[in-house]
């Protein structure tokens, strides 16, 4: 069976095979239809097509989830890292789509968990955490994503959960031993859960250790970009007025101390499971 590709202007004959605007295969791989992704396939279709954008079939089954069609591509030698114009990786997409499935698939390819920053794109870990999908924050940290990769727009993965209020995804960053005062300009993420007025993520923060009084590049801390007696006002008030306990102040300084590995050593504590547990934000 002989299937045509179709193009709607000039093919180019590259690295990669050729470009299009879109093909049959990139269609194909978007809307999940694996059975004739396979046809495509077996009759020569190549799997490595790209776009003007730069963008492959593997990077359109990963933005729509689709798990199975990225199995064929990758099986079929699909370049796992290939970039678009903008520098999203497929594992970029994945993440961003919410689909740990296809991020597993990609990783067992040989995936970067930690493609380089560039000026138009994030991380993966970015990613997850900007579309607030928890369970890729997880993979990924637990595939290595630096915590502390900066991007230009968005900062830290923490201040990227925080921007755009995903409570879980910046509680697992946190748990992993993300640096909770890490600025960007100055901005902590205390300063952006202040901006979106979230009184769970600012009590998350300070449970970690987020600093009330850090200030930014205009001086202002974090109770400053909230509305007086607002909630979050409030809540920031008491925490500026009331000092924390001992035993709060005790395992903020273990945790900084031992950062990433904070739950490495102290699962191997010779402690009690609870005690243990509250060490570890359990």
Same mark, same amino acid.
């Given at each position: 069976m002989e299937v045509a590709v179709a193009v709607r202007r000039p093919s180019f004959f590259g690295?990669?095979?050729?470009?299009?605007?879109?093909?049959?295969?990139?269609?194909?791989? !978007?809307? %999940?239809?694996?059975? =004739?992704? *396979?046809?495509?396939?077996? #009759?020569?279709?190549?799997?490595?097509?790209v776009n003007l954008d730069n963008i492959?079939?593997?990077?359109?089954?990963?933005? *729509?989830?689709?798990? *199975?069609?990225?199995?064929?591509?990758?099986?079929?030698?699909?370049?796992?890292?290939?970039?678009?114009?903008?520098?999203?990786?497929?594992?970029?997409n994945? @993440?961003?789509?919410? #689909?740990?499935?296809?991020?597993?698939?990609?990783?067992?390819? %040989? !995936?970067?968990?930690?493609?380089?920053?560039?000026?138009l794109t994030a991380t993966p870990l970015h990613e997850a955490c900007i579309r607030?999908?928890?369970?890729?924050?997880k993979l990924m940290i637990a595939e290595g994503a630096q915590l502390e990769a900066f991007d230009i727009y968005f900062g830290t993965p923490l201040h990227?959960? @925080?921007?755009?209020?995903?409570?879980? @995804? !910046?509680?697992?960053? =946190?748990?992993?031993?993300a640096s909770v005062n890490a600025?960007?300009?100055?901005?902590? !993420?205390?300063?952006?859960?202040?901006?979106?007025?979230?009184?769970? =993520?600012?009590?998350?923060?300070?449970?970690? %250790?987020?600093?009330?009084y850090a200030r930014d590049n205009l001086g202002r801390k974090p109770i400053n970009y909230t509305r007086p007696g607002s909630p979050p006002a409030l809540c920031l008030q008491f925490y500026e007025s009331t000092p924390l306990s001992l035993q709060h102040l005790s395992r903020v300084a273990l945790r900084t101390a031992l950062g990433t590995r904070a739950q490495e050593v102290m699962s191997k504590l010779n402690l009690p499971n609870r005690i243990i547990r509250y060490l570890c934000y359990c």
């Open positions: 690295e990669l095979g050729f470009w299009a605007v879109r093909t049959v295969v990139h269609e194909a791989a !978007a809307l %999940g239809h694996a059975l =004739l992704l *396979q046809q495509l396939i077996e #009759s020569g279709a190549p799997v490595n097509i492959t079939p593997l990077h359109d089954a990963c933005i *729509q989830g689709q798990a *199975q069609c990225v199995r064929l591509l990758l099986d079929a030698g699909a370049q796992v890292d290939i970039r678009t114009v903008h520098g999203n990786t497929p594992l970029c994945a @993440c961003a789509a919410g #689909s740990p499935e296809c991020a597993k698939l990609l990783l067992e390819h %040989g !995936a970067t968990a930690n493609p380089t920053l560039t000026a607030g999908n928890v369970d890729c924050v990227a959960a @925080c921007i755009k209020e995903h409570v879980d @995804c !910046a509680k697992a960053l =946190l748990i992993a031993g600025a960007k300009f100055h901005e902590t !993420a205390l300063h952006y859960a202040a901006k979106v007025r979230n009184v769970d =993520l600012i009590e998350l923060l300070v449970e970690f %250790g987020g600093n009330v």
